[in-house]
């Protein structure tokens, strides 16, 4: 569905990861990462995330990553990294999702 909105600069590899989103001036809330890539990813619920906007995202056991909203479409957002993620982050993450993959709990929806 939100496929045809994107145009992607690398494969990306479907997820069921957690992880916390934030918006300027906001607080963060969890979000389901439905794709990944070194470059980029996709989430939902997105609120209120408007294209070219400048956002945040914290997957499990990382710092804050910064990201630039690419595409909008109904509460689902296409995420590109301001800087790519090096494949050994890439790798780590993928290896957690089969251990666990929540981050830490937040509120689902923003305050």
């Given amino acids: 569905m939100y496929a045809e909105l994107e145009r992607r600069a690398g ?8 992880a916390r989103f934030r ?3 906001a607080s963060p809330w969890r979000v389901d990462v439905i794709d990944l890539s070194p470059t980029g990813c996709a989430v939902a619920p997105a609120f209120y995330a408007r294209v070219e906007e400048t956002v945040w995202i914290r997957f499990p ?3 804050s990553w910064e990201a630039r909203i690419r595409w909008v479409a109904s ?12 494949p050994a982050v890439l790798s780590h993450l993928l290896g957690k999702l089969q251990t666990n993959p929540t981050c830490d709990p937040v509120p689902r929806s923003p305050s």
Avoid: Y
């Fill in 11 to 18: 494969d990306r590899i479907v997820t069921r990861m957690m």
């Fill in 23 to 25: 918006l300027l001036g």
């Fill in 61 to 63: 056991g990382l710092e």
């Fill in 75 to 86: 509460d689902k957002a296409g995420l590109e990294f301001t800087r790519p993620l090096h």
